[in-house]
């Protein structure tokens, strides 16, 4: 029996017929959450994930190819491993079911089986489905196509050999029955458990014959079969404890703590692997989980149609750490969900970069500039109600996370954790430290915002390291704290009282970029000469909109008379005065400065990519006061993010930039 501490995570094994997909991503991103978390909890986790390498759908790729079957799963099986690198996984084990001593395991459970009376040999006739990979019976097969992918059946008549899987029928009904987290969620339970009691369960086909099949494993008692896919499969979750883990790890590991597996393959989990396992007399896994399927833009995903998400571009585009989140943010865990890459980029923007990023990189300028780098002890309360209600949050989270965890609650975790990002927010809006900063009575005020914003931030580090592995490290080593997150953590961490005062921080670059809102691929520096029309959804903006009546080229009779707006579309423009903090050249660029600019103390700093660099040096700019367009959605610029757009006279040509006579200070409203 597996001893309480130690947690066996499994994912299906992945037939190699194709390249990776978001399917397969999603599956092995939840349980890579799943064994970082129990990690850092100090249990011994084995997390096994890897291929299915027997089998027609793998035997007809490599015809397809024109490829022996062992070259084409060699060929592909490094394209599964570079994936789980690049999305961090963090398994223990990968296994292929081409290992030897995986084949030696499958021959020794059919020996046993066979030796038992447990496994006989019938003729056999039945509607048989190629994609499937299985039979039908009469009553299944509706106008001749299968009933799971509706493709066209087969009538094959054969002998092969027969596991009697229908003699625990009763038993697994029972099983179901006595263990309420045997099958999760609950709607797929009682699906299983909806079937099993109103239909006879028959003995299950476990041969192929080499005549039409040769790609498996051969029966140790008949040389002229292989074994099914499925019974060869199914055992990689037993073989591995044999010979990717020292032993004894079948006693440490065995019955596995979840499976985690897609709704279409529960059956063969909780019928074929179950009976399969009390045939063998041994123990029954504890949790079955099977997720929903991911549509993509409200379509089935698949080759044919052509939108099958490519996880790799996915990591190029936004990183592992954003992918990851999307995958377990967007829908509850269990249920169907719908895949965009606009819900992808809002999802981003609003919880990652304004979210979780934005309250990082306002805590850290705060304790920069009004606590010289370093967190301040707490002093007097700022404001004593929200503190409270900070309190009990983040004290009850590390509970309630736990709970999740245990009930794969993946969605609802993220919620939790942004709540307390949310609360964060709204303690430094209404505690406004900047306006605390100009004081020095205020100081024990300011202090404690500061300190609690980190103790909040630490947490946070800790509890969303399953999820985003580099974000939290990056968290951790800006707030100063030396965590290894490669070793349990200690209880301390997870303290909401644990002190964090005298800690010096690291601020470093922000977490996460605002993405466009529509994928606009790379801009060219012509196309950021073009009129932005700072009012559009998608504007491409540098500088200010050239005035027709005010350009020197173009006669003013000619020049369209512009459209006239009222001035409740004036005032949803947002201009402000805005500090330049620094400002560079953009590489292989004439025309582009990119700035770093203040919009006042203890606020956001912005950077805005603008078109100004043939008439000003970058130097020239540090320490104005300029104005700049500050609701402007981000956009790129030769690659590099604007978020927002500086005001300056002129057509193609700049003239000037606007300054104010007056030392404004950054941030104030400009109409
Ligand atoms: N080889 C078998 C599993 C054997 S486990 C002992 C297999 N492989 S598979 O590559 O076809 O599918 C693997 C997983 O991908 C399944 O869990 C399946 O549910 C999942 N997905 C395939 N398409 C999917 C989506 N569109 N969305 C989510 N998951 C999907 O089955």
Request: proline share 7%; hydrophobic share 40%; net charge neutral.
């Amino acid at each position: 029996m597996s001893d309480q501490n130690s947690f066996y995570i499994t994912t299906p094994i992945y037939y190699v017929n194709d390249v990776p997909h978001i399917g397969h991503a999603y599956t092995t991103v939840a349980a890579d959450v799943l064994a970082r978390y129990w990690r850092l909890r100090g249990r011994d986790v084995f997390f096994l994930t890897g291929l299915d390498e027997h089998g027609q759908k793998v035997q007809q790729a490599a015809a397809k190819a024109g490829i022996d079957p062992q070259a084409h799963c060699d060929k592909l099986a490094p394209q599964f491993q570079s994936l789980w690198t690049r999305l961090n996984i963090s398994n223990d084990a990968f296994i292929r079911t081409t290992d030897a001593p995986h084949k030696v395991v499958v021959q020794r459970y059919l020996e046993l089986l066979f030796s038992k009376d447990m496994i006989y040999k019938a003729d056999y006739t039945g509607w048989y489905c190629t994609f499937d990979e299985r039979f039908w019976t009469e009553k299944d097969v509706e106008s001749g196509l299968c009933p799971d992918c509706k493709r066209p059946v087969e009538r094959i008549s054969e002998h092969n050999y027969f596991f009697k899987m229908g003699q625990y029928q009763a038993d697994l009904i029972e099983h179901i029955k006595r263990h309420s987290s045997f099958i999760r969620p609950e709607s797929r339970r009682n699906e299983v458990l909806g079937f099993l009691t109103t239909q006879k369960l028959g003995d299950l086909s476990i041969s192929r014959p080499k005549s039409r099949l040769s790609w498996g494993i051969e029966l140790p008692f008949d040389k002229d079969y292989v074994t099914y896919v499925w019974f060869d499969a199914l055992v990689n979750y037993m073989s591995a404890l044999d010979y990717l883990r020292p032993t004894p790890s079948q006693a440490q590991f065995w019955p596995a703590n979840v499976h985690l597996v897609g709704k279409d393959i529960l059956t063969t989990h909780a019928v074929y692997w179950s009976t399969m396992l009390m045939a063998l007399n041994l123990p029954l896994p504890k949790t079955i989980f099977a997720h929903g399927w991911w549509t993509v833009d409200g379509e089935k995903m698949s080759k044919s149609r052509g939108n099958v998400v490519d996880p790799n571009k996915m990591v190029d585009e936004f990183g592992a750490d954003a992918f990851r989140y999307f995958l377990l943010r967007e829908v509850p865990f269990g249920q169907d969900g719908d895949f965009s890459q606009s819900a992808l980029v809002t999802n981003l923007n609003s919880d990652l970069a304004n979210g979780i990023g934005n309250l990082l990189s306002r805590t850290l300028t705060m304790i920069e500039r009004f606590a010289g780098g370093t967190i301040p002890a707490i002093g007097t309360p700022a404001i004593p109600e929200l503190e409270a209600l900070i309190a009990t949050t983040a004290t009850g989270l590390p509970e309630r996370i736990e709970h999740g965890f245990s009930a794969l609650a993946f969605r609802e975790n993220l919620q939790a954790l942004w709540e307390l990002v949310g609360l964060c927010d709204e303690y430094i809006d209404k505690a406004a430290p900047w306006k605390l900063a100009k004081n020095p009575e205020s100081l024990p005020r300011l202090n404690t915002v500061l300190n609690t914003a980190s103790r909040a931030l630490r947490l946070l580090s800790v509890l969303l390291y399953p999820y985003m592995p580099q974000t939290a490290a990056q968290l951790a080593q800006q707030l100063g704290l030396s965590f290894d997150f490669s070793k349990p953590m200690p209880q301390t961490a997870y303290g909401w009282e644990t002190p964090l005062a005298g800690v010096k921080i690291f601020k470093g670059p922000g977490l996460f970029p605002r993405i466009e809102s529509t994928p606009q691929g790379a801009k060219t520096e012509s196309d950021a000469t073009t009129t932005p029309q700072p009012t559009t959804v998608t504007p491409m903006p540098t500088t200010l909109p050239p005035c027709p009546t005010a350009s020197a080229s173009s006669p003013a009779p000619q020049a369209p008379a512009p459209a006239q707006i009222t001035i409740d579309e004036f005032m949803k423009i947002q201009l402000k005065t805005a500090k330049v903090l620094s400002a560079e050249r953009v590489p292989k660029s004439e025309k582009l400065l990119k700035l770093q600019v203040s919009l006042g103390e203890g606020m956001e700093q912005r950077q805005i990519v603008a078109g100004i660099g043939k008439k000003y040096e970058p130097e020239a700019l540090i320490g104005k006061t300029i104005v700049i367009v500050a609701n402007l959605k981000p956009a790129k610029l030769m690659g590099i993010e604007s978020q927002g757009m500086v005001l300056a006279a002129g057509d193609s040509e700049v003239r000037g930039l606007l300054t104010l006579l007056e030392d404004v200070e950054p941030g104030t409203k400009v109409k």
